[in-house]
């Protein structure tokens, strides 16, 4: 059974050396597959997969509860001994639905458009009626170069 992993741009075909069959893709070095299982193992969604191959390849199916430390020491030996083969290809780049439809290359989307004609700029939030009073009192007192205190001018607007 293959296990499909997405490292940037490329999509990488893990599979077992025996049974497995030839991958999709180029075949990659011992050291490259290290790599990648280290960096995959840094998320959830990678140790999820490496879990997978672990119970699927070397656990045989058999339950428990293992570390991922664990796990992750003993899908890299896999790789190393050579029982786990990865095969890297490129990631089609293509997009589905509406503006482009079905099929439309990414490049076609993009090309010739400026990212910043795609960027709207949000409507800015309405003020609080308090935020509003206390601008409406500073504005006065500022045009009359009168001394400001908030609390005298609450009392004065509260009795007018």
Not at 108 to 120: I, K, Q, Y
Not at 121 to 146: E, F, K, N, W, Y
């Amino acid at each position: 059974m293959p296990w499909l992993v997405h490292d940037g741009d490329a999509v990488i075909e893990l599979r077992p050396e025996i049974g497995g069959g030839r991958g999709e893709g180029e075949p990659m070095s011992e050291r490259a597959l290290e790599l990648l299982l280290s960096r995959i193992a840094t998320d959830a969604w990678g140790r999820s997969t490496l879990r997978s191959v672990y119970f699927d390849l070397i656990a045989f199916g058999q339950g428990g509860s293992v570390s991922d430390d664990l796990v992750l020491a003993e899908v890299l030996d896999a790789a190393a001994r050579g029982t786990l083969r990865g095969y890297r290809s490129e990631a089609p780049r293509t997009v589905t639905g509406a503006g482009g439809g079905a099929g439309a290359a990414l490049s076609d989307l993009v090309e010739g458009t400026a990212l910043a004609e795609l960027a709207s700029t949000p409507a800015p939030a309405p003020l609080p009626a308090a935020v509003r009073h206390q601008i409406d009192i500073l504005a006065r007192a500022s045009q009359q170069g009168a001394p400001f205190c908030e609390e005298c001018e609450c009392a004065d607007d509260g009795a007018a």
